[in-house]
């Protein structure tokens, strides 16, 4: 009973010690180097945490850059690049174009390959631009920082990360062509781990594990466009030889933004850590604004419609099928877009320039969410627990809209096919067919059944970054082995060599023996008779 009664007052004391503890203590300065655009709003929320901690913190970012801003919670260091904004934006807005267009597959391929070219030159000059400017790297390099936090998306932070001699944590949802393997040197089967952008499943039939090596053979080449420059970028600054895979692999931690409700199950390494979902925590009330929209809905509810931060603006076709297939449905439709509106624009469908997704996703009366399926949103449909049409546009889009409606969560449209018909079917069926909205509760029960919150749970890592100066406890000695090591092919060989001269010996054995007795009949067994004596 005793005890019992201590239980309350130990618990407010612990509280009291918390609130009390010397804030400065383990307060540590963080490097950030950041991807702009949709990679950006996903790290802020984290960088934003890890400042009320008590940390102090530096963005990076180049002048010509999207969505990043000088916010109170860090200090933003820019740096001049050779590219202005409006490059970046136009090269946005022309990717916008670009997935409309329907060309037959070699061309769009051609176009993708073209586009990811000139992309990724452009980011690469920015890089180039960050690790030359000596002015800029001399004053990072006296500020005494304990760790870099970055998205290797770029890998332009991990090479900061070695010139500053720092432990560096990535921060990601997945890297293409399955580099993140690479990096981690995680093992990921073939035969069973989907490789991204395959849109296989991890039950795969023959077909589909073909489909699955065919796309280990290719992505090799296709990505050592955009990042083979790195390594000679790096190896130009650290003045020594630097592969792709040295960045990748100098990571301490990986915080991956990813689930296993949304991801199939696979190996994973002590350094890989994931945190999906990190971006759902922070929830606010809804603004005047948008609180009047859903309360007008009455009890039809409202249809949240957003194709993310890149793609605000689709062409005029396919706005007005869009429109058309909205205006059937008796719901309110509260749809991010910044482009004309459509002339055929419904009474039910509101047209907004930005909207608090998270926020209006969190609200009970919202029916559904039509989204392009990136990563972000997907995480917000599922820790909410909206069903969702989705119309996956490009990159890891197309797999998560696929995981999501083989879970029985959403239905997928083709947005190159797609009618205003088929978008109202698919409306109608998440908003009435109880089974997503059953199946999408599901797994948002198993995603937000967890020890500790996501965001929690990043902060936690780099802060051990921090305190440790690095995990190398955690690095698997895979990083150090040579490809024929790693598959022991040098310790079959030499098995192998072991085995056949057994063999052979053997086999020289019996043969001299078998000659002994039986080579030459008669004379044969004279002589051994002979030669026992
Ligand atoms: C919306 O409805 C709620 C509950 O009826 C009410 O408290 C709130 O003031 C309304 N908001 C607006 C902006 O009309």
Redesign the pocket.
């Known amino acids: 009973m005793a005890m019992a009664s201590q239980g309350p007052r130990l618990l407010v004391l612990g509280l009291l010690l918390w609130a009390l503890r010397p804030l400065g203590s383990h307060a540590g300065k963080l490097l950030v180097v950041p991807v702009g655009g949709s990679h950006w709003l996903s790290m802020v929320g984290v960088i934003q945490r890890l400042q009320q901690s008590g940390h102090e913190i530096v963005v990076v970012a180049p002048e010509a850059v999207l969505h990043i801003k000088e916010e109170s919670f860090y200090t933003l260091r820019r740096y001049a690049v050779p590219f202005r904004k409006e490059d970046m934006e136009a090269s946005f807005s022309e990717l916008g174009h670009n997935v409309f267009e329907n060309d037959p597959f070699l061309q769009r391929m051609i176009k993708i390959y073209k586009k990811v070219k000139k992309d990724s030159a452009l980011l690469l000059s920015g890089c180039s631009h960050l690790v030359h400017n000596k002015e800029l790297m001399a004053s990072l390099a006296e500020s005494s920082f304990d760790v870099v936090l970055t998205d290797p998306f770029l890998p332009c932070g991990a090479i900061v990360a070695q010139y500053l001699a720092l432990p560096a944590v990535f921060f990601l949802n997945a890297l293409p062509c399955g580099l993140h393997y690479e990096g981690t040197q995680c093992p990921n089967p073939v035969s069973y781990v989907p490789r991204s952008m395959s849109s296989n499943p991890d039950h795969m039939t023959f077909l589909q594990r073909v489909k699955n090596m065919l796309f280990v053979l290719t992505e090799k080449v296709t990505c050592n466009v955009v990042y083979s420059p790195y390594a000679q970028l790096a190896s130009e600054v650290l003045q020594r030889d630097v592969t792709v895979q040295d960045l990748l692999t100098s990571a301490s931690i990986w915080l991956l933004r990813t689930d296993f409700v949304n991801d199939f199950p696979k190996p994973v390494m002590p350094n890989m850590v994931f945190i999906g979902g990190v971006n759902c925590l922070h929830k606010n009330l809804l603004s005047?604004e948008f609180?009047?929209y859903?309360?007008?809905s009455g009890e039809h509810g409202i249809v949240v419609f957003s194709l993310g931060s890149m793609v605000s603006e689709i062409p005029e076709k396919k706005a007005m099928a869009i429109a058309e297939g909205l205006g059937k449905i008796p719901q309110t439709v509260l749809w991010r877009y910044t482009g004309t509106p459509p002339s055929n624009l419904a009474k039910n469908t509101i047209l907004v320039k930005w909207l608090p997704q998270n926020d209006l996703l969190g609200h009970p009366k919202t029916r559904a969410f039509i989204t392009h399926a990136g990563s972000h949103g997907i995480y917000e449909g599922i820790c909410n627990g909206v069903p969702m049409v989705m119309m996956p546009l490009f990159g890891d889009q197309m797999d998560n809209a696929k995981r999501m409606e083989t879970r029985g969560a959403g239905v997928n449209l083709n947005v190159l096919e797609m009618t205003a018909d088929d978008l109202e079917d698919a409306l109608k069926k998440v908003i009435y067919d109880k089974s997503y909205k059953e199946n999408i509760m599901r797994l948002s029960s198993l995603h937000k059944d967890r020890p500790i919150e996501p965001l929690d749970l990043a902060v936690f890592w780099v802060e051990f970054v921090m305190r440790h100066k690095g995990a190398p406890h955690l690095r698997p000695a895979a990083h150090d082995l040579t490809w024929y090591q790693y598959h022991s092919l040098d310790v079959i060989g030499f098995l192998l060599a072991i085995v056949l001269f057994v063999a052979f010996v053997a086999f020289k054995c019996c043969a001299y023996g078998f000659r002994k007795c039986f080579g030459k009949k008669g004379r044969g067994k004279k002589a051994h008779k002979s030669k026992t004596h």
């Open positions: 005047k609180e009047a859903v309360n007008a």
